[in-house]
């Protein structure tokens, strides 16, 4: 049916366009800060892609995602974000502001390659970027995966000095499990624990005994998705915030204003 063609249409312009798009520099890089609830402090931020085609305007990721997820081009997006975080982190690290760690996502994908750790390292190397100022952020889908290859990949990251972290933390079935064999530094809970009131329910329950659970195994914890203020998180310990109530993903430029602000202050 025509629903069908014009999605059809719409993953060859992708893949027609997606070399191209990365010669050019077409995507952009988008970070979303993470604030410590208590004192409104920047902690954080993720890295996040934006292609701005100079023929088909702003394209979100969920429009081309999927499609190098399949195809594998994903592999290369990955590559190009990490290199791009940590050319910018080296570049705000020279003008003098306090960098925090910036998380990247790593594609399931990826942790098919038994050099991953050192592919990434050699990257950070090349910009002059400290390893504590990029974090490798994977979903918690890659670990239905190869456990064994997993795990690998993870120590020999922390072996370089890299922070590990997992998202979307709760939104599958194997959460515990994952968190019983894996040597992670951060947990980020699922956007879904905070829809509507959770305070005092048994939302709240779980949130609480998830971030008391991080804490007894050493990882520190994000919020991710928060659109209002939640005193509830800031009560409970959790160490920081992503979401719209403090921030949506900006361009680099402004983002980099934050962190002047944060010197400022």
Not at 23 to 34: D, I
Not at 203 to 210: K, L, T, W, Y
Request: with cysteine; charged share 30%; proline share 4%.
């Amino acid at each position: 049916n025509d629903s069908i063609v014009e999605e059809q249409k719409w993953i060859d312009i992708v893949q027609e366009n997606q070399l191209k798009a990365i010669r050019n520099e077409e995507f952009k890089v988008y970070y979303q800060p993470k604030y410590d609830p208590r004192t409104n402090e920047l902690k954080g931020a993720e890295a996040l892609i934006r292609w701005i085609s100079p023929e088909y305007g702003f394209i979100s990721p969920g429009k081309f995602i999927p499609i190098f997820e399949k195809n594998g081009f994903i592999t290369e997006i990955d590559h190009y974000m990490i290199e791009h975080v940590a050319r910018d982190q080296k570049a705000w690290l020279d003008m003098g502001y306090k960098c925090v760690p910036v998380s990247v996502n790593v594609s399931r994908a990826h942790f098919a390659e038994r050099d991953l750790a050192d592919q990434i390292c050699k990257m950070i190397d090349a910009a002059a970027t400290p390893h504590e100022l990029v974090e490798i952020e994977l979903t918690e889908s890659a670990f239905f995966d190869d456990k064994k290859a997993m795990i690998y990949t993870i120590e020999r990251l922390k072996e370089h000095g890299f922070s590990v972290s997992m998202d979307d933390f709760g939104s599958g079935y194997s959460s515990l499990n994952s968190l019983k064999d894996m040597p992670l530094d951060v947990l980020k809970l699922d956007a879904e624990f905070f829809r509507g009131e959770f305070d005092n329910d048994r939302g709240g329950v779980v949130v609480s005994e998830a971030i008391r659970l991080a804490k007894l195994l050493k990882m520190r914890t994000v919020a991710e998705g928060v659109e209002v203020k939640e005193d509830f998180l800031a009560d409970e310990g959790c160490d920081m915030i992503q979401g719209f109530y403090f921030a949506k993903p900006m361009p680099g430029e402004e983002y980099e204003e934050r962190m002047k602000s944060q010197v400022e202050a």
